[in-house]
């Protein structure tokens, strides 16, 4: 076979430009589809996180319904309603059905999804495998309902509306309701929809959850009525700004002048910092941003980097708190001893991040096991790709041994426990699009140990405490039980008062253990 | 005599248990003063050429709960004790474990659970009290089999040590009683292995070279130590060891040479300092050329070597060289390697040049 | 701290459009740029990549050169330059200064880059880390020559053109030269960039490559002057095809009838098939496509899926082929046995895919190592995740024991030997953007382990025959060694003629063995 | 007679020897037929109550590379025993291993590397030329004592088993040429462990009983169990077993009483049919209330059981039902738990209750 090669003037002419969502279609694997499992597991965590994050935001205590029933043998109806603040009219179509359209993309701000591409993602998969369109019915409280019958315009990257109606029907209600069919398959398993389910629950004790899927309805009543504080959104760090990003917020800037640069497009820099910074660089304050040269922007953002600036503010951030991890992991874990930390936030990259670390121990659990691992990021449950996710790999590296488990070089402990570890942060860097693992960088591996050596410390201090109870229990019951044995034997070999023996030991024992034995 | 000793036995176990009576009337915590056996408490007597053991002695209290248990056992060995000796009979020490066990109360717990609970305290009473086992009427198993020109007498029985045809005479655990009737031998040959006892006994060694000859079958018991140190202590007779040239086999003479540190409160009565080392040695290897017959030592053999180059006892310049030897070439033979070079080799060859070269090792 | 709830208006304000540049900027991870060791490694892969694919793809053989040298501790030059057919000096900004540009993202065809994120993601990776445009001076062939300084506007997704020459200088020469500094950390590891190279000139025997890197020069030279055959563009396969995709076909087609689309719109469709679809559909095969309703879309889809058709064609496909895999393992490993394996192609989602394995045995190689894996997904080495890579986990769910090599369980097998799969395809599953694993999909592990088996076969045939032999000389030589004993030994008993046995026996034995004995 | 078997052996070796030359002169691929010892080729005799080995042979050839080795290592072995029994010596398994080790021609192979390449060709040979180790000259170990009123003549010595104090006569490993001068006994009763034994003789309990006392030290020598057999045949003295309440202990009862597996080709020599067993069974356990010093079986004591209750020869009711208790109940019991109820139980009450009331199990 003869081919003739082509010329750079034919390779030209082929070069064509795709949409994303044509991107994301053929790549949906990155966005979590990757088999019918996953793909089912992957729609009712967009729909659960879609949810928890809009009654949050909007402050109201969330109660959601997810329904997931066999259609065919291969084939799920996916449903999810709840009651937070709905939709409006006009944006939902936007909002649905066009990919990399979202509030968070630019936020510095902690919450579930972030990247527009979670429930749309949804949409495309049920369109691709079942050619069917999205059902989304919305209220906003006032009195109207929306009902849209929505696909995506793949070519486009543009929502296609097959049906809409918006009717005033008087009904005072907010909130969303989505519902779709999938290619799927149900299993229930360590990483199937019911452990997801459960794991939210833990998580997110302030919800009520009814879930009914294939095998009937479980309850998940509402432990608390706290609603964790709502994350803020906050200025980059400069200690995480990269070089090109550094650059083009120069560019876009409205401030004046680098000074007030510094200190309005950046968060923990006041004038003093914002001065010093220029100092260090050789760079006069006032002149403006825009004006700035290649060279000089590398100078400013080498002194921003050394310049001593306090950590990105805590209450940006919405960490579960210990309280909460506590009394989810007691309403669902049959333990005797519960731990929870909250680490300070760190920083990296720029965005704070906060971790967060629960012990449950002893009591049901199983004694010679590998303890069970809860991942949660932004207090979503992490299903997939133990094996990648920093959260596992500090588990192991974290030394147990020191905290009375056991452990054999640098696996998962063993012993009657479980961890869970909640990172959260305004960006969470995930391995991959589908959100299953979480980066291993070295700063966060170190803050997840932290936060596992103090929940492990105290557990440590449980298992001693209980161990000391027990011993001198024992130490006062051994002495009781030989005594007898003892004053015999010698009443035997000297013909010594028995009684007088035994009584002169069980008086000397009551002073040595500092327990009034009985006999 | 016998009666003597019960006696003595009886009346210091009477004032051990006495002494712990009075503290607890006093109310002090009660404790029992054991002497230290590990290493550090055994002192190798230049004077003696025996292993002895020194004065430290460490505190058992019943109120510590990592001592209490023994504490009440120990008390009831004793008693135990007390019991066989006033009826002047013996028991074996597994006996004594059955005997002695029964539950606590109406706990679970038993007395003792494993006869290995109950062995080490017979030593501890033994030493606390300068007992040996056998005035505490303590049996170890027999092992050990004797012949040659000997009459005994023993419960009333004359033995004929030469009269026992092919067999020979079991050596019971305790000699204490046994009567020297007649004792003719020129010396006396001590030999680790049955396979070289039985040889010898066939080839009829001890009637032409007039000895007694003795088989340990390993290292030797309790009896058979006790009849080598009374035929070399009262009828003068030359000991003789015959080992496997390795550092187990040498260690087996050392025992029956200097005592061992487990038993270092019984050498005077265990320990023949006398003895003599006949052979297995590696120059012997060398000389009478059983390399084909030599085995490769192992790490045990090589630490154990090491580890006796460093015992007082093992300084003397020959058996240095020795120790060396096997260490630098690590090779170890047998008694029996001597057969590669005939059956016979031991019996017409090895030893009478040995014995009239007086070849022997310190 | 009480926050006021939001409602949907406020929500719906702050919604807003972001472009793929801004979206892979902050997803770098997603383009292999994780860490500044893998960000160097994936610039060195994108740059060879793109040189091999235009020079086969112009049908040059190819020479390239590489240069990887350090700037300061942090950063690095990296530089490469090749005889390929060079670019239209009117197209260099788009093709390299535009993300989702490329001219194969719609081709059904096998080729080494695909999605057009390659070497723009290090054009953005470089800007992004150093604030320093991408050098780029290429030649068609025509006598000029372009000189190009590029960034990419992130915010619009477009070029920006830092300088630009187009120089008459009459140089006849075609070719790209591609310069850009990085930041990145070096390591020569398995992981690096020196054995990246090593398995480029094992996997690409027909090229001239000549790496010069921190530590020196190496050159790897060409083993062969044959070019694979070029991988040829085909329709997609009806058994591959998804409803959504399948219904989206329809309505693009230009074919008048349903009968002429599937026969000119896809491969493996003649006209009784096409009929047969329609038949079983009960759907007239005059319609239009544009006419068809959902519900017979439904109907067409299952109808095709069941239809009896060919595999895709193979020769769409380039694989290595068994002598260029021979030649490549020889050259570089010192085994003393080696079998390669080509597989006919399969299907899969549509695409055809072709696996080729080889085994190197015996010689320098380890005794009691577990074997290395070599995994190539159309001719790249890949080589990171390799956990999650399906020619790994088929590697392991191999039973090696029937090949002769130690496994416990299903881990790699353990013995002299090196593995290295070759994964073709028009379109590879990847597991993630970073392009490091093939996902697991059932077809692909299986198709895997077939060439596996086959190799191991071939590699058990060898060691079999091998220790049959050395059986057969072991045998001789112990009968040789025991007659002077027994003839001995029942001379001694017997009295008669030693000599006579030993010569009675040693006939015996030279029948029995079938081979001479001295003595 | 000594005479008469050497000549016997050295006669049948020649035979076998010769047969093999034969085999190579005709060309032939040399072979030679050893009966098969497994399972599978033993058989219990109903008829003479104990086990027998069948007639299936295998074919050992030089020309097969698993067995060449073995040819030749066979073939040393009939012309080593043929050497001693013709110089009529005796040697230890471990002496003949020595004696014929030796480097092959200038190879680094040995003809034998482990005595355990020796041992089972020893009986290879016994079976093949249906000859004793005895009549081989080659010895076992000697283990086990005896006490009595009895007196034997060996090697023109005459010993008197109740004239030995309190040692005993230690039993020769080759007892063929023992000759019985006077027996004055009304049962034998062989003991397992020697801690009874030692008991029993303490307490003068032959004397008492007018019997044989022997002790076996765990599983019976060779020269015992022909011992046993001997006064059993030629004395009609009626043999009474004394073992642990387990299966291993009751295994030992039924090697004494039917032969063992392994030395089946042997049994005629080696097992007594007439004997009975005493105890420890599972119900004296109940009877004498020794719960307190049970011990619990572990898997390989069920096995064992288990496997036993398959033997033909423990198909009598009274042995099905104490293995099943003891499988049931799983535990077991020694001859010293008799002493949690005092030392002299065993001697004072268990014995003569059982002597009695002649309750012995088959």
């Given at each position: 076979m003869?081919?003739?090669?082509?010329?750079?003037?034919?390779?030209?002419?082929?070069h064509k430009e795709i949409s994303i969502s044509e991107f994301f279609e053929k790549n949906r694997h990155l966005l979590g589809y990757d088999n019918p499992t996953r793909a089912l597991l992957t729609v009712v965590k967009e729909f659960v996180d879609n949810s928890l994050d809009a009654c949050e935001e909007a402050r109201i205590l969330p109660r959601i319904w997810l329904e997931v029933k066999p259609t065919t043998s291969d084939r799920f109806r996916v449903m999810v309603k709840d009651n937070g603040p709905g939709m409006l009219d006009k944006r939902i179509p936007k909002t649905l059905g066009k990919l990399l359209v979202g509030s968070k993309f630019y936020k510095h701000i902690q919450s579930r999804g972030q990247q527009g591409l979670g429930t749309k993602g949804a949409v495309l998969y049920a369109q691709l495998t079942t050619g069917k369109p999205t059902t989304i019915i919305s209220s906003t409280g006032n009195g109207k309902t929306s009902f849209y019958e929505l696909m995506i315009d793949v070519k486009k990257n543009e929502p296609k509306i097959i049906s809409h109606k918006y009717v005033e029907d008087g009904r005072k209600w907010h909130g969303l309701k989505l519902e779709m069919e999938i290619e799927g398959r149900y299993v229930d398993s360590r990483t199937g929809v019911p452990e997801f389910i459960k794991e939210v629950a833990i998580s997110n004790p302030f919800a009520d959850i009814i879930f009914d899927g294939p095998e009937g309805r479980m309850e998940f009543k509402r432990g608390t009525n706290e609603l964790p504080p709502l994350p803020k959104e906050i200025k980059p760090h400069p200690y995480g700004v990269e070089l090109g990003i550094f650059r083009r917020m120069l560019q876009d800037t409205s401030s004046r002048s680098i000074k007030t640069f510094f200190m309005n497009d950046f968060t923990r820099v006041g004038s003093t910092s914002a001065n010093g910074i220029c100092e260090v660089a050789g760079i006069d304050p006032k002149i403006s941003p825009k004006s700035v040269d290649r060279e000089t922007t590398e100078k400013l953002f080498k002194s921003m980097k050394k310049a001593k600036l306090l950590r990105p503010p805590t209450d940006c951030l919405s960490p579960l708190g210990e309280s909460i991890m506590l009394s989810g992991l007691k309403k669902e874990i049959e333990g005797e001893f519960f731990s929870a930390v909250t680490r300070p936030a760190a920083v990296y990259r720029g965005e704070p991040f906060q971790v967060e670390a629960g012990i449950a121990y002893g009591?049901?659990?199983?004694?010679?096991?590998?303890?069970?691992?809860?991942?949660?990021?932004?207090?979503?449950?992490?299903?997939?790709?133990k094996g990648d996710c920093a959260i596992t790999k500090a588990v192991e590296k974290t030394n147990w041994k020191s905290y009375e488990l056991k452990q054999s070089g640098s696996n998962l402990p063993r012993g009657p426990a479980i961890v869970m570890v909640h990172f959260a942060s305004t960006w969470v860097p995930y391995t991959s699009e589908s959100k299953q693992a979480i980066a291993s960088y070295p700063i966060i591996i170190k803050e997840i140990k932290l936060a596992l050596q103090e929940a492990g410390r105290r557990m440590k201090s449980y298992v001693i405490g209980k161990r000391k109870f027990e011993m001198r229990q024992k130490?006062?019951?051994?002495?009781?039980?030989?005594?007898?044995?003892?004053?015999?034997?010698?009443?035997?070999?000297?013909?010594e008062d028995k009684q007088l023996i035994k009584a002169k030991l069980q008086k000397k024992a009551k002073e040595v253990t500092g327990v009034k034995i009985s006999g | 005599m016998v009666k003597k000793r019960g006696e003595n036995t009886s009346k210091k176990i009477f004032e051990f248990a006495e002494g712990i009576v009075e503290q607890i009337k006093e109310e002090k915590k009660p404790k029992m003063k054991i002497p230290v056996r590990s290493l550090s408490n055994v002192e190798w007597s230049e004077d003696k050429g025996v292993l002895t053991l020194g004065n430290k002695k460490s505190n058992r209290y019943f109120f510590n709960v990592g001592h209490a248990r023994k504490f009440m056992q120990t008390?009831?060995?004793?008693?135990?004790?007390?019991?066989?000796?006033?009826?002047?009979?013996?028991?074996?020490?597994?006996?004594?474990?059955?005997?002695?066990?029964?539950?606590i109360g109406d706990s679970k717990e038993n007395t003792f659970e494993e006869q290995s609970e109950s062995d080490p305290l017979i030593v501890d009473i033994e030493t606390a009290l300068n007992l040996l086992r056998e005035q505490l009427h303590l049996l170890a198993d027999r092992k050990g089999v004797v012949v040659g020109n000997v009459k005994v007498r023993d419960r009333g029985d004359v033995i004929d040590w030469s009269k026992l045809?092919?067999?020979?005479?079991?050596?019971?655990?305790?000699?204490?009683?046994?009567?020297?009737?007649?004792v003719d031998a020129d010396f006396a040959l001590v030999i680790e292995k049955n396979a070289g006892f039985e040889r010898?006994?066939?080839?009829?060694?001890?009637?032409?070279y007039n000895c007694i000859l003795m088989g340990t079958g390993g290292q030797p018991a309790r009896g058979t130590r006790r009849l080598i140190r009374r035929l070399a202590e009262e009828h003068k007779i030359p000991i003789y060891v015959l080992t496997d040239s390795d550092s187990y086999g040498w260690y087996i003479y050392s025992v029956i040479k200097s005592g061992s540190m487990a038993l270092a409160h019984a050498s005077d009565k265990l320990a023949t300092p006398s003895a003599k080392f006949i052979g297995l040695t590696i120059t012997d290897i060398m000389e009478y050329k059983l390399e084909k017959s030599i085995i490769r030592a192992n790490?045990?053999?090589?630490?154990?070597?090491?580890?006796?180059?460093?015992?007082?006892?093992?300084q003397e310049k020959e058996w240095r060289r020795e120790l060396k030897l096997m260490i630098d070439k690590r090779i170890k033979a047998e008694i029996e390697a001597l057969s590669s070079?005939?059956?016979?080799?031991?019996?017409?060859?090895y030893l009478p040049e040995k014995l009239d070269k007086k070849e022997f090792l310190p």
């Open positions: 003869v081919v003739e090669g082509k010329d750079a003037e034919q390779m030209a002419k082929e009591g049901k659990l199983p004694e010679d096991q590998a303890v069970e691992v809860i991942r949660l990021s932004n207090r979503v449950p992490l299903m997939y790709q130490r006062r019951k051994k002495f009781e039980r030989y005594i007898p044995e003892v004053a015999e034997t010698l009443n035997k070999i000297t013909n | 008390l009831l060995i004793a008693s135990f004790c007390k019991d066989i000796v006033d009826e002047n009979i013996h028991a074996s020490i597994r006996d004594m474990y059955y005997n002695l066990k029964h539950s045809g092919s067999g020979g005479w079991s050596i019971p655990s305790v000699v204490e009683d046994i009567e020297f009737v007649d010898l006994h066939e080839d009829k060694f001890w009637r032409d790490d045990r053999d090589i630490k154990r070597a090491k580890e006796m180059l460093d015992y007082p006892w093992f070079r005939g059956l016979k080799f031991l019996t017409d060859t």
